[in-house]
């Protein structure tokens, strides 16, 4: 007898095979989506920190910057530097928002990730700006001890 080309069952693979496909593909899909959640996760922690920092290095800031603006205003004598200095220190900006829960982790994680960056950039100012006026006080509590 000849033998045809076309299987009986219409070229069709078994239906275990189908079923141990689809197993297999839903578990994959499975991990592909946990890893996408755990690292929204982990972004929106990294966010939640990053934004308490700036918050916390902000009020520093802004405490030393009154400290600093409380000595130049008791020593009217201080020199334009150190009005130039504090005029020269930013607000502390509007934070960028976290994009919205959603469905869609990748897009939101990409999201994440920039609001992220901008936040560590956002922080670094304010860390250096901080720096800056700290070093103001020192120098203005040092030579007012020295005179």
Known sequence: APTSSIREDGGRPPADAISDFERTLELSMGRMYEEIHNMNKSLRSSYRRLANEHA??????????????????GL???????????????????????????????????????????????????????ETIQGEISSRQASAANS
Not at 101 to 116: F, H, I
């Open 56 to 73: 916390q290095l902000c009020g520093e800031r802004d405490s030393m910057r009154g400290c600093l603006m409380r000595m130049v205003n």
């Open 76 to 130: 009217g004598s201080l020199t334009a530097d150190v009005r130039s200095t504090l005029e020269g220190v930013s607000g502390s900006g509007e934070l960028p928002r976290p994009p919205p829960r959603g469905t869609d982790y990748e897009t939101e994680n990409q999201l994440l990730r920039e609001a992220n960056y901008t936040l560590q950039q956002m922080n670094r100012k304010v860390r250096f700006e901080k």
